[in-house]
């Protein structure tokens, strides 16, 4: 697989994800499809849904090879959370 240079910074890579996941998804697939993941071509506007991020990306890629993806957890602000709860949440 060849690798796909990153044609935007990250602020407006996110900015064109986001911009995106709001025209052609939310509406389309909230709440049905929510904790699904959808991997969207931020240059097309394709898009691919699955359970797994891994499948959503690499179907985009089979018909895209050059895309440039942007990853979201439907019905989600991020595709992953970083870092932990606070100790009193956990319990």
Do not use: C
């Amino acid at each position: 697989m060849l690798a796909v240079t990153r044609q935007y910074d990250k602020e407006e890579f996110a900015t064109r994800g986001d911009a995106l996941y709001e025209q052609l998804i939310r509406s389309e697939f909230e709440p049905e499809r929510n904790g699904d993941f959808v991997a969207i071509d931020i240059d097309s506007g394709d898009f691919e849904i699955d359970r797994s991020e891994l499948a959503a990306l690499d179907r985009l890629r089979e018909r895209r090879p050059q895309a440039q993806p942007w990853l979201r957890k439907i019905g989600f602000r991020f595709a992953h959370k970083f870092g932990s709860l606070p100790a009193k949440a956990r319990t």
